[in-house]
């Protein structure tokens, strides 16, 4: 369904190569800003990226054009922060999992049952006092987050075996997101963790190779898992969410005002996506269950979060750093606790 990835990739290469010698196209002395992305047109995220294209294009149009490549098309998440790394491409978006390999600063926002409640996420990755030392962690590596955007609650599901338990997750091959957090976190469960770029899991899950996955509802319907995997399981693991980088120089080469409208623009980006993912949530839940034929499971949490919980210790005292962070969320969750409390 998605295999055209690597080809798409090499195309966009040699697009990118030729743009880059011509230093021409059609917009001939405007910057080329590109981003990319792993979702599809119809997703909140690529509504966001355009209504930024949009307001970059009004805004600075005499200078900049901004491209939005979906799908993939710059290859899998983790090639693309390579391509931001190095200024091929200026921004794209990946998940918060991916980047734990590029700043372990990363591994808070990847541990399962991190928050109470999705107001306690909402409110800590709004207060940068949270999200500073993380976002900014990677400038050496050549880029920092300009924003988050909202992916939702990370579930299991799987082909024809409805998880009620961890135990029911024994001896199955569950796809998780390259990151070592979650790699721990499923042997936690009892579950054997298949690392794989989101772009491959369609066709592993048809051909089993793997006997689910995890993520959100919109896994099901935009990207067709529900067209395989009759079973969702509210077990609702982990909050991660998804992260718009930014190559540092691009960054640091705006002038001032340019910055500002870029500011702007993330601001936008946020909004945006935090609004059309509600929608997209409602809808892709009712096209599960009617149209594809999932059920929904809500399984007691507790024996979930009890087998999740000595991974909060280790990321901790692996990384100090985080404690003050780790702290501050604690405090969101008083303020926000669970509504099954
Ligand atoms: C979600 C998330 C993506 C991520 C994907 C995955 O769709 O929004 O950023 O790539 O999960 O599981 O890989």
């Known amino acids: 369904m998605r295999n055209k990835t690597k080809w798409g990739m090499l195309f ?28 599809s047109t119809n997703h909140p995220t690529h509504i966001a990226l355009e209504a930024f294209s ?4 009004e805004e600075l149009g005499d200078t900049y054009e901004v491209q939005v490549y979906p799908s993939e098309l710059l290859g899998s998440q983790t ?5 931001t790394q190095t200024g091929a491409i200026d921004f794209c978006v990946a998940s918060n999992a991916i980047l734990e390999t590029f700043g372990k600063n990363y591994e808070i926002f990847n541990l399962p049952y991190l928050f109470a409640s999705a107001d306690a996420y909402h409110a800590a990755m709004d ?34 075996k409805p998880i009620n338990s961890p135990a029911d997750l024994k001896g199955l091959k569950i796809r998780v997101q390259q990151s070592p957090t979650n790699i721990r976190m499923m042997d936690l469960l009892g579950g054997s963790a298949t690392p794989m770029g989101f772009g491959e ?42 992260i718009l980088i930014g190559n540092i120089a691009f960054i640091e080469d705006l002038t001032e005002e340019e910055r500002a409208v870029f500011e702007e623009g993330y601001k936008l980006v946020n909004t945006v996506q935090r609004e ?11 096209k599960a269950q009617n149209e594809q034929g999932v059920t929904f499971i ?11 919980a000595p991974l909060h210790e280790s990321v901790l005292s692996g990384n ?19 509504v099954a409390e």
Request: contains cysteine; proline residues 5%; glycine residues 6%.
């Open 54 to 57: 949009e307001f970059i294009n």
């Open 79 to 83: 090639d693309m922060v390579q391509l």
């Open 127 to 160: 207060d940068p006092e949270v999200t500073d030392p993380i976002f900014g962690s990677t400038e050496k590596a050549g880029f920092t987050a300009v924003t988050w955007l909202d992916a939702g609650t990370r579930n299991f599901y799987t082909v024809d």
């Open 201 to 242: 899991v369609y066709t592993s899950l048809q051909s089993n190779i793997i006997d689910g996955a995890e993520n959100n509802e919109m896994a099901l319907t935009d990207n067709g898992h529900g067209d395989v995997c009759k079973y969702y399981s509210y077990d609702m693991h982990q909050m991660v969410p998804d």
């Open 12 to 39: 966009c290469a040699a697009g990118l190569s030729v743009l880059a010698l011509t230093g021409c196209g059609s917009a001939e002395q405007k910057q080329i800003v590109r981003i990319g992305h792993n979702q």
């Open 276 to 286: 059309e993912w509600v929608k997209a949530v409602e809808a892709a839940k009712e």
């Open 320 to 338: 100090e750093a985080l404690v003050p962070i780790y702290d501050k969320i604690q405090e969101y969750n008083e303020k926000y606790p669970s």
């Open 298 to 308: 809500y399984p007691d949490q507790a024996p979930f979060v009890e087998a999740c």
